[in-house]
């Protein structure tokens, strides 16, 4: 938009000074007041009656003050020259002229303060010293003063000529725009438009100079915004009207476009994004009642407007950026992720409402392809983000974004999405075609930052976005070879992205079709060769930075074709053990279970091939080519062979018994071995070993039909699948036991379980007792609390079996048992809070008995009350603990021992009131307590720490200390016990030992240097031994720890150094 004053040339009078033109500035934003009675009329009088005020001691001042005289030549210089009226009878437009006027004349003064400033060469001596501030910098007061008069040129000269829907209305700010609004005249000239466009011209005029500029369009932008597109892009309405195509000229708003556009990319993009939002405004609301009118829907054409130029805003260069900054700040996350960026982080709509905005093309594209071509490359930049609180937010959009472009345009996706993520992957491929220039041994093909970010946006778009959509599954299904390949590489040392690529794989695991999942399995373990994978002349290497990057491997010579071999052997053993930890975790969804029964098969397939087809035919019968490629199968199909034994035994290892998730499983298992005992019979191979599994297999059908599993109508008809082959065993199968369990097991399965034979139950407890030698067959349902109160009950019968016969009174001269202890099928059996208290006093009683067995079975039954949470025993907890303590010194183990599982129970019900007492006793000297007795306190303390679990955390510090003290002790035994127990103490922790760790480690080389007792070194060294395991766990997040730790296992190997050579 073309400047309204031109500067002033070399005749105009001397430079005004900055400080005149704001002392002008405050004289007209000076507050005024009326004795006016009325609210109303007083807000608006005094408003009108301050305005008119100002004004007419602004001009008294330019005509009786000699100091503003140069204020006043440039003022009517600048006047002159403007294009605007300047007077009106609306005594708001002649204020907001006569404030235009100012701002003009302050920016031409700022210019030529600046263009005459010279500030001189800087003092070479001196060079800590600031540089010579600018003439026409404003200060902090200064720039104060500014603002207020922008925001009243706003809103006396562009709000109120606003359209109903353009812009904030000035009554929905604040009390003062309200006013404003109502004391505005717009009939009277010149015409609202005219105003519009004046305050517009010059506030953009005004904005040129950087300093004003900033204030400007930091918080008046959308105003200014509003007015122009009022201004250019407001269509003509009816011609007896009067509209903006009346009173501006065409020139006139095409300048008007012009300067929006321009001013659009003069400001910080994620602004201009904000606001232009903030015009497009919301849904629809009522205008009906001005008084409670909430704010107007924006007109079609300003909606309309406002999409174009959001759209053009989206695909400028770092335009997706922009858009996403916009909206997020504008949700109050902040410029770089502010107070509120966890919950805008959180906030899933507002990441869903823009993702689904960039992936809609707009209607002036070209075409979607070149619209997704320009966007997906931003998209992917989003995942790059540094910043940790704007990276959440970035990354969350950008994952979005993938999932819902992917859902609606899947080729698109693929092609600029997908690719380009999976492009490291895909480059080393043993189906990519690699070109000669990067066949160099040595050469990198995918470097570290590239692999590292692949795996990055993988995790972000495949696990974290969770959307198993058949574009995205497609497009992963290809490099799961190399995936996998990489997770295990990673697991022979430390790598950041060894769990995201566990997490990959076994997210796309659990997503893929069952037999597409064991395809890749199956490609995973060497069994299928069409399975992509790496590359033969690929490999991977650990990179400077600590990543892992892909090369091409150097040139095998003859001499290490052993050592080739060896690698390759070593390397499928290591392929294998690592699938079968990754198939551990696979377990609960069914997979492990399915690739399970799959090799199964396969073994079946493997231990029954003909032994004659193995027999080449003589050698006159073929080729030497033929001979050749004929050993080279027969080669191939041993290593098969044994690929698929060494998976069987590795899965036989790490599965455990939920492997099976459903009965469907179960007879698959089942159905494999009946049909490998059928092969072994027609091939008359039949062995010990055949002959017990399909026992065992036979056995867990006839499980399942004794009623192990609550079977319906469906799992017959799975079931159903075993009657041919049990038909095929009972006609050839020798053994006529197995024979006759056959046809009861069809008989069981055709009638849905309505006929069982007595044979059946004889082979499901059969099995039932090969699982469990010793017969203890597992009770899910028994609690630990019943298991417990068995035992006391068989000790109870046992003393009753050696004639402790029952009392219900008290002797003095008999041994007496109370009727809480010798009868515990009625008191251990009762609901909580139904034990009385003549039981509770009985018990307590007994426990001071001085017969062993009396005592102790009352010591049991108090712990089973605790454990039970007895209100009434509970209550007691204070003469517990006494009885419980004092029985820790009688001699007797059953005694001691029931005491202190006793105190270790009450002290899980009430740790922090009892456990400080125990500490307080295990610190005490041997004055106090025999060491026996400390000892046993000691292990007390350990039961707590294991029956609160991850609470102990809690009682970290005051137990370290206590056990740190105990290192100190004269007592060489405690000393040892007080190491021990500190060991345990840190497993339990996690080794998670925050600050204290320089204690421990100091305590640790102290005692292993300087102890006398070897019992006492030979403790803190295995202490030491158990915190260099933890070590090894916790390397990647405790890096205190390895620290500490380097200087802690130089000293033990000094020690052992010193040892050694003294024996």
Request: proline share 5%; glycine share 6%.
């Amino acid at each position: 938009m073309a400047a309204p004053v031109q500067a002033v040339g070399n005749a105009a009078q001397e430079i005004c000074s900055l400080d005149r033109i704001l002392e002008a500035l405050k004289l007209l934003l000076s507050p005024g007041g009326s004795g006016s009675s009325s609210l109303q009329v007083t807000k608006h009088d005094v408003l009108l009656a301050t305005l008119k005020s100002n004004l007419s001691a602004f001009e008294d001042k330019f005509l009786k003050d000699p100091q503003w005289k140069k204020l006043k030549l440039l003022r009517d210089e600048i006047a002159d020259k403007a294009e605007w009226p300047q007077n009106s009878v609306d005594v708001t437009w002649s204020f907001t002229s006569q404030t235009l006027l100012l701002l003009l004349c302050l920016k031409e003064t700022m210019i030529r303060l600046a263009a005459n400033f010279n500030p001189g060469k800087p003092n070479p001596r001196t060079p800590e010293v600031a540089p010579a501030l600018s003439p026409d910098a404003l200060s902090i007061s200064q720039q104060k003063t500014v603002q207020f008069v922008l925001q009243f040129v706003v809103t006396l000269g562009i709000c109120p000529y606003l359209k109903p829907g353009v812009g904030v209305p000035l009554r929905y700010r604040t009390e003062f725009g309200a006013v404003v609004q109502d004391v505005v005249c717009l009939d009277a000239a010149p015409d609202a438009t005219r105003r519009l466009y004046t305050s517009c011209r010059v506030l953009l005029n005004v904005a040129q100079h950087t300093s004003l500029g900033s204030l400007i369009f930091c918080h008046h932008f959308v105003d200014i915004a509003a007015g122009l597109c009022q201004l250019g892009f407001c269509p003509t309405k009816s011609k007896l009207q009067t509209s903006a195509e009346e009173v501006l000229t065409e020139e006139e708003r095409t300048l008007s476009r012009g300067a929006l556009r321009d001013m659009l990319d003069q400001v910080y993009q994620p602004l201009a994004v904000r606001e232009l939002l903030t015009l497009q405004g919301g849904p629809p609301q009522s205008c009906t009642d001005v008084k409670t009118q909430l704010r107007c829907r924006a007109p079609a054409w300003l909606r309309r407007l406002c999409g174009q130029l959001l759209s053009e805003r989206l695909m400028r260069p770092n335009g997706v950026q922009a858009a996403v900054r916009g909206i997020l700040e504008g949700a109050g996350a902040g410029a770089a992720g502010g107070s509120d960026a966890e919950a805008m982080a959180a906030d899933w709509k507002k990441c869903d409402l823009i993702a689904k905005i960039l992936a809609t093309c707009p209607q002036q594209s070209l075409s979607p392809e070149s619209y997704y071509k320009d966007i997906c490359p931003q998209v992917l930049d989003l995942f790059h983000f540094q910043d940790k609180l704007t990276a959440r937010q970035f990354q969350r959009v950008a994952t979005t974004t993938f999932i819902t472009l992917s859902r609606e345009r899947p080729q698109l996706a693929a092609k600029y999405l997908l690719q380009p993520v999976l492009a490291p992957l895909h480059r080393c491929l043993n189906t990519a075609e690699i070109p000669e220039s990067y066949r160099v041994p040595g050469t990198i093909l995918v470097t570290e930052e590239e692999l590292c970010g692949c795996i990055e946006d993988v995790f972000k778009v495949y696990v974290v976005g969770n959307e198993p959509l058949t574009v995205l599954m497609d497009s992963l299904l290809p490099v799961l070879g190399v995936l996998f390949l990489l997770y295990c590489f990673t697991k022979q040392s430390v790598s950041h992205i060894r769990s995201l690529c566990q997490e990959i794989l076994l997210w796309i695991l659990g997503k893929l079709e069952r037999k597409k999942a064991i395809a890749s399995l199956k490609g995973f373990a060497g069994l299928d060769k069409a399975v992509p994978s790496l590359h033969s002349l690929c490999q991977f290497r650990v990179a400077t930075q600590g990543g892992i990057m892909i090369t091409i491997k150097e040139a095998i010579s003859d001499e290490d074709e052993d050592e080739t071999l060896y690698q390759k052997v070593s390397s499928e053993q290591d392929r294998v053990e690592h699938l079968g930890d990754l198939l551990s975790l696979c377990q609960e969804c069914g997979l492990a279970g399915d690739f399970f029964i799959f090799c199964l098969k396969e073994l079946t397939h493997v231990a029954m091939e003909n032994e004659a087809e193995l027999k080449t035919k003589p050698f006159s019968s073929k080729s030497l080519l033929e001979l050749e490629q004929r050993q080279t199968l027969l080669v191939e199909g041993q290593e098969q062979k044994l690929l698929v034994l060494q998976l069987m035994a590795v899965l036989c290892k790490r599965m455990s018994e939920q492997i099976f998730t459903n009965i469907t499983q179960v007879v698959e298992f089942v159905a494999a071995t009946l049909q490998r005992a059928c092969a072994s019979l027609a091939h008359q191979a039949e062995s010990t070993v055949e002959s017990q599994t399909l026992s065992m297999s036979m056995g867990l059908v006839a499980v399942i039909l004794g009623g192990a599993v609550q079977l319906k109508s469906s799992d017959f008809a799975v079931l159903k699948q075993l009657l041919p082959l049990l038909e095929k065993v009972s006609n050839t199968y020798p053994d006529p036991v197995i024979q006759e369990l056959a046809v009861d097991l069809r008989i069981t399965i055709s009638t849905h379980g309505a006929f069982a034979t007595e044979a059946i139950s004889k082979a499901a407890q059969s099995t039932l007792n090969k699982e469990d030698p010793e017969g203890k067959i597992e009770e899910p349902q028994q609690s630990s609390h019943e298991r417990h109160t068995d035992v006391a009950h068989s000790h109870l019968e046992q003393q009753q079996s050696h004639g402790i016969a029952p009392q219900t009174g008290l002797q003095s001269d008999a041994p007496v048992t109370p009727q809480g202890v010798n009868e515990p099928s009625t008191a251990t059996s009762q609901k909580s809070g139904s034990i009385t208290t003549e039981q509770l006093q009985e018990v307590i009683l007994s426990a001071y008995d001085p017969q062993i067995p009396t005592r102790a079975a009352a010591l049991r039954t108090l712990s089973h009350w605790i454990e039970q949470r007895e209100a009434k025993a509970l209550e007691m907890q204070e003469k517990l603990l006494k009885i419980f303590l004092e029985n820790l010194e009688h001699e007797d183990t059953f005694v001691y021992l029931s005491a202190i599982q006793g105190v270790a129970l009450l002290s899980d019900v009430y740790p922090e009131k009892i456990l400080p007492d125990l500490l307080a006793q295990y610190d005490s000297s041997k004055d106090k307590l025999r060491p026996e007795t400390r000892m046993k306190v000691g292990e007390v303390l350990m039961r707590i720490v294991r029956m609160l679990g991850d609470m102990v955390s809690k009682y970290r510090e005051p137990l370290i200390h206590t056990f740190l003290r105990g290192v100190g002790d004269p007592d060489g035994a405690h000393r040892a016990s007080s190491l021990a127990n500190l060991g345990e103490l840190c497993q339990r922790l996690d080794f998670l030992l925050g600050s204290m760790v320089h204690e421990i480690t100091a305590c640790l080389i102290a005692v292993a240097k300087t102890d006398s007792e070897v019992q006492v070194r030979r403790a803190a060294i295995h202490v030491i031994v158990l915190l260099l395991r933890g070590l090894s766990q916790k390397a990647t997040e405790e890096n205190d720890l390895v620290r500490i730790f380097s200087v802690c296992l130089h000293y033990l190997s000094n020690i052992l150094a010193k040892r050694y050579t003294h024996c």
